[in-house]
């Protein structure tokens, strides 16, 4: 076999191995990322739950205290 040709397949090899290599760790890397951003979401929606959670028992409260001031007259009167 000549030089040349051991050179160019040496060549390939490396380079399809480096490659590999790199499609390895960018796959790595974006499963990593994707899972934070999985994380961030969950925590977000969390907030958002709790929110309207909250807004609900703020709607009850006002309610209650509308109801409160209206027996508030009506004794008053």
């Known amino acids: 076999m000549s030089?040349?040709?051991?050179?160019?397949?040496?060549s390939g090899?490396?380079?399809?191995?480096?490659?590999c290599v790199g499609?390895?760790?960018s796959s790595r890397?974006?499963?990593y990322?994707?899972?934070q951003l999985e994380?961030?979401?969950?925590?977000?929606?969390?907030?958002i739950e709790r929110t309207f959670r909250l807004e609900g028992r703020m709607d009850e409260a006002e309610h209650d205290?509308?109801?409160l001031k209206q027996?508030?007259?009506?004794?008053a009167d």
């Not at 030089?3 to 040496?10: D, P, R, S």
């Not at 994380?39 to 907030?47: D, I, L, P, S, Y």
């Open 3 to 10: 030089e040349a040709i051991l050179v160019a397949i040496i």
């Open 13 to 19: 090899a490396c380079t399809l191995i480096g490659s």
């Open 23 to 25: 499609v390895i760790a």
């Open 29 to 31: 890397l974006t499963q």
């Open 33 to 35: 990322r994707l899972a």
């Open 39 to 47: 994380k961030q979401v969950n925590r977000h929606n969390q907030v």
């Open 65 to 67: 205290i509308r109801d």
């Open 71 to 75: 027996r508030g007259r009506a004794l």
